[in-house]
């Protein structure tokens, strides 16, 4: 497995960041109205989804460390409106970001993935899922904010784990179609080439010539890989099609 591209406390820091942005977009607007990038769901569903992730993983860091579990309460009535959501939500997450700054991050905790059974995979998880649905429910706002750059570049990184610890999709691509990443960030230097080989996808750090080449912000590479919208300029070279190979062997919610 790849190390993680941030520090245990960047990663607590980015959740911090990512559980208070998501909390501003849930109280902006009315509940009931769809969100656009997962269209069967609602603000609500969405806000219900993160919280109960966010109290999930605050209570495994509990079980991890034996300190006493955090209040979970149950997500207010869509009825109750956006400042009741966003109250709960901010509450669950006040507990998560405490709970990880109390955990050292080599704790032992459960995960679902053999190569990491610390909080160091509860840490980054959290960031990168809730910079994700941050995404989501700004997209309901029509307000929708880049990743942070460190965090996006991180993120795509993890993609590839989480992939490795899944099952495949049925129809799937494993017929060795190549993607070429290329961020475009000032004073950074990020590039991936993905393989959609037969055992799945694989990446590696490299310039290299792929199928499809695309040049944009890490955060937008990364709003790619997840189906999201990007913000900015997209440049793409070669074979399109390869994307929708690529979407055929990583959904997200």
């Given at each position: 497995?790849?190390?993680?591209?941030?520090?245990?406390?960047?990663?607590?820091?980015?959740?911090?960041?990512?559980?208070?942005?998501?909390?501003?977009?849930?109280?902006?607007?009315?509940?009931?109205?769809?969100?656009?990038?997962?269209?069967?769901?609602?603000?609500?569903?969405?806000?219900?989804?993160?919280?109960?992730?966010?109290?999930?993983?605050?209570?495994?860091?509990?079980?991890?460390?034996?300190?006493?579990?955090?209040?979970?309460?149950?997500?207010?009535?869509?009825?109750?409106?956006?400042?009741?959501?966003?109250?709960?939500?901010?509450?669950?997450?006040?507990?998560?970001?405490?709970?990880?700054?109390?955990?050292?991050?080599?704790t032992v905790v459960w995960t679902w993935v053999d190569?990491?059974?610390?909080?160091?995979?509860?840490?980054?998880?959290?960031?990168?899922?809730?910079?994700?649905?941050?995404?989501?429910?700004?997209?309901?706002?029509?307000?929708?904010?880049?990743?942070?750059?460190?965090?996006?570049?991180?993120?795509?990184?993890?993609?590839?784990?989480?992939?490795?610890?899944?099952?495949?999709?049925?129809?799937?691509?494993?017929?060795?179609?190549?993607?070429?990443?290329?961020?475009?960030?000032?004073?950074?230097?990020?590039?991936?080439?993905?393989?959609?080989?037969?055992?799945?996808?694989?990446?590696?750090?490299?310039?290299?010539?792929?199928?499809?080449?695309?040049?944009?912000?890490?955060?937008?590479?990364?709003?790619?890989?997840?189906?999201?919208?990007?913000?900015?300029?997209?440049?793409?070279?070669?074979?399109?099609?390869?994307?929708?190979?690529?979407?055929?062997?990583?959904?997200?919610?």
């Amino acid at each position: 497995m790849h190390e993680p591209l941030l520090s245990y406390d960047e990663h607590v820091a980015a959740t911090r960041r990512e559980l208070a942005s998501m909390r501003a977009a849930l109280a902006a607007g009315p509940i009931d109205v769809t969100v656009p990038t997962c269209p069967d769901w609602t603000v609500h569903d969405l806000g219900r989804h993160a919280g109960e992730f966010t109290g999930f993983w605050t209570h495994v860091l509990c079980e991890g460390t034996g300190m006493r579990k955090t209040p979970f309460p149950d997500a207010p009535d869509i009825d109750d409106g956006p400042a009741a959501l966003a109250v709960w939500f901010e509450d669950l997450g006040r507990y998560l970001v405490a709970t990880l700054e109390a955990t050292p991050p080599t704790t032992v905790v459960w995960t679902w993935v053999d190569d990491n059974k610390t909080a160091t995979f509860t840490a980054r998880r959290c960031a990168n899922e809730l910079a994700i649905h941050r995404i989501d429910a700004q997209s309901a706002r029509d307000a929708i904010e880049p990743v942070d750059a460190a965090l996006a570049a991180d993120g795509i990184e993890e993609i590839f784990h989480m992939a490795a610890h899944h099952p495949r999709p049925e129809g799937a691509a494993r017929g060795g179609e190549t993607i070429h990443l290329h961020g475009t960030d000032e004073g950074r230097t990020d590039e991936w080439l993905i393989t959609l080989g037969p055992d799945g996808p694989t990446f590696r750090r490299e310039h290299a010539k792929g199928d499809l080449a695309i040049r944009a912000s890490v955060s937008d590479l990364e709003q790619l890989l997840y189906r999201r919208p990007t913000l900015g300029p997209v440049e793409r070279f070669g074979d399109e099609t390869v994307l929708d190979a690529w979407y055929r062997t990583f959904t997200f919610g």
